[in-house]
């Protein structure tokens, strides 16, 4: 009796009469298995055809041998109602009970297949899954050495191998000193025994595996690296297993093609295990444990290799373009101060203090800042405002910004000029009253005495009038002095090389030597102002990315007071945002103990803070940060004490 089987799956056949059995018995050589019985609790295993003539089924009805084997198929003599059966003749002939067999054998073979390619799907279903799960994680990831870590774990819990290393192309190295790109090792990871890992760096060429597959661009499948194909150009470094008493045995190397297919890397795949939970502590196991790459888990180990590439790709792209925007900013910033060398280093100095705070502020414990915390992103957008918080003095005039007294270096020249023009208008006239006099022969010692003590009086008193407007052209910190006795120099009349008359000082010239605080007047107050707004339209033009968003908001604050009366818009506290409180501190700081500045000396420490605690008290800025900054001491990072 002939009857198909499948020879690696041999199919169980029960038979509960005792001629079915020796007539199928004779079929076990070609792989069918036949048993005997009576009742459903005869049989150790279910099996895969059940034959069941009447005088079984009068005995027990067939809907307890389903219960008892629901995944059977059935072959039962006529008469029964059941279309899920396979009826045959009363009697059981041999032709027909062959014929059954056969059909019931080609459809548990088709069943079987579709249950295989059910599995195969529902096993692709889940690789796919899994890899767009870890494609999507990948490209989240910001963090290269996380990213890193992430990509070796995955890799080897896909390929379920005890190890894995990547290798990445530095092709900037070569083209800096005109050599070959570089192989950097960047990562491994081993289950089965812990080390010490350094990044290491080595020239690429096909002499390693990984640096063939690199150079190649192909895959390198080793069952066993210690037994190489004869023409096979690289060799194997055995020097870890040595000296780790480690073994490898199976290794698959993968190149990371990024999106326009250029290799930037691979990754080493060792030791792939039958049981990931395995530890390959000697090699005696790893030998006995470890099984090659196979065709199946390749494509799937390809496809994570590209999307690996294509993270690490976006990833170096964005610190790359991450640098030469800090880049730009940095330089921007310098080019913003060549204009303004007095103030040279203030911005760096400025964004250093308000991040210090920020941080600062975020250790609190109590207080409006606890539980505040600034994010990698808003610490990052800090620093640029900070840094960028007087990119508006492009828009000022140059005298302006550089203006280190109350009159310009030309309004003060022409000032001593008038001083020594009447001295010297003064002193003529002396010497020609005393020549009149001389030679009318009435020039005694009394008169010339006399007219002596009243040139040196009217000189004097010039130079007094000199010394105090020295005096008056220096920039003040705090509102202070009254200026009276400006007026009377405003009103000694003098006399120009063409004898026109005019006050000693004009009075533009009085108005200026008369502001109580800084070298501005009020219209140079203004423009210099004016950088604020400067500042906020020059950075609005700039596409900052939704995290930088806040930049121009920040940087165009810094000059806002608390009670409303700064500028440009006049804010109050509950529009001013924190980062601009923060830089507004430690831009008045800076301000005061800069020792670049040519037009006054740094302030001290002390005197420094008392004047942050005079503009609290004024209602200008936050009580709170000025005390953090103080008790914190955060000015220790400028690397003042």
Excluded at 17 to 42: A, F, N
Excluded at 283 to 311: C, G, K, R, T, Y
Excluded at 340 to 363: I, W, Y
Excluded at 546 to 551: G, V
Aim: glycine fraction near 4%; include cysteine; charged fraction near 25%.
């Amino acid at each position: 009796m002939n009857l198909p089987c499948k020879e690696d799956l041999p199919y169980v056949i029960a038979c509960c009469h005792k001629s079915s059995y020796d007539l199928l018995s004779r079929g076990e050589s070609m792989g069918i298995k036949t048993v005997l019985l009576s009742q459903p609790s005869d049989v150790l295993s279910p099996p895969s055809i059940l034959i069941l003539d009447q005088n079984t089924l009068s005995i027990t009805p067939i809907s307890v041998w389903r219960n008892a084997f629901p995944d059977a198929l059935y072959i039962v003599e006529h008469p029964i109602d059941d279309d899920a059966c396979i009826l045959v003749p009363v009697g059981l002939p041999d032709i027909f009970l062959r014929n059954a067999i056969i059909r019931a054998i080609e459809g548990l073979s088709v069943q079987d297949q579709l249950t295989l390619s059910h599995k195969n799907l529902q096993q692709e279903h889940e690789q796919i899954t899994r890899l767009l799960d870890v494609g999507q994680a990948l490209s989240a990831e910001r963090d290269h050495h996380a990213l890193l870590v992430r990509i070796l774990t995955e890799a080897r819990q896909m390929a379920c191998c005890d190890a894995a290393s990547i290798f990445l192309i530095d092709r900037h190295s070569g083209q800096q000193d005109n050599h070959s790109p570089d192989l950097v090792f960047k990562l491994t990871q081993n289950d089965s025994i812990e080390f010490d890992f350094e990044e290491q760096r080595f020239s690429l060429d096909n002499r390693s595996v990984a640096g063939y597959s690199a150079l190649t661009g192909e895959i390198v499948n080793l069952n066993d690296v210690y037994n190489l194909p004869s023409a096979s150009i690289y060799k194997f470094n055995s020097s870890f297993d040595q000296n780790m008493n480690y073994r490898t045995c199976s290794m698959l190397v993968i190149p990371m093609r990024n999106h326009q297919g250029r290799v930037i890397g691979v990754i080493q795949f060792i030791n792939r295990k039958r049981d990931i939970n395995v530890a390959l502590t000697s090699p005696s196991i790893a030998l006995a444990e470890a099984i090659n790459f196979d065709d199946q888990v390749i494509p799937m180990l390809q496809a994570l290799a590209s999307q690996a590439a294509v993270a690490i790709e976006n990833n170096l792209l964005i610190d790359r373009v991450n640098t030469l925007f800090d880049g730009f900013v940095k330089a921007s910033v310098r080019a913003i101060e060549q204009r303004d060398p007095t103030t040279s280093g203030h911005s760096f100095r400025v964004a250093e203090l308000t991040c210090t705070l920020a941080e600062t502020a975020g250790r609190c414990e109590v207080g409006q800042f606890k539980n505040m915390h600034f994010n990698a992103d808003e610490m990052k957008e800090l620093r640029f405002a900070a840094l960028l918080h007087d990119f508006g003095k492009v828009g000022v005039r140059e005298h302006i910004l550089t203006k280190a007294k109350k009159l310009s270096p030309e309004a003060y020249g022409q000032f001593i000029y008038r001083i020594a023009w009447e001295k010297e208008r003064i002193s003529n006239y002396y010497l020609k009253q005393k020549l009149a006099l001389l030679k009318q022969q009435k020039l005694s010692s009394e008169v010339e005495e006399k007219l002596t003590l009243e040139e040196t009086i009217k000189l004097q008193r010039l130079n007094d009038y000199m010394q105090a407007v020295a005096d008056a052209n220096e920039p003040s910190l705090l509102a202070e002095g009254t200026f009276e006795h400006l007026k009377q120099i405003r009103e000694y009349v003098v006399e120009d090389v063409n004898g026109n008359s005019r006050g000693l000082i004009d009075e533009l010239e009085f108005g200026a030597l008369s502001i109580k605080r800084g070298s501005l007047t009020a219209d140079e107050r203004i423009e210099i102002e004016s950088h604020v707004s400067h500042t906020i339209e020059f950075l609005k033009t700039i596409p900052w990315t939704p995290e930088l968003s806040n930049i121009p908001k920040i940087a165009g604050a810094h000059h806002e007071k608390l009670n409303g009366c700064g500028y440009p818009f006049g804010l109050k506290s509950p529009e001013i945002p924190l980062g601009a409180k923060m830089m507004a501190v430690c831009d008045i700081f800076d301000a005061l103990t800069a020792k670049d500045r040519p037009y006054k000396a740094a302030v001290p420490l002390e005197r420094a803070l008392s004047i942050l605690q005079s503009e609290v008290e004024c209602g200008h800025i936050e009580p709170e940060l000025v005390q953090l900054f103080s008790d914190a001491k955060v000015y220790r990072v400028l690397d003042i004490s």
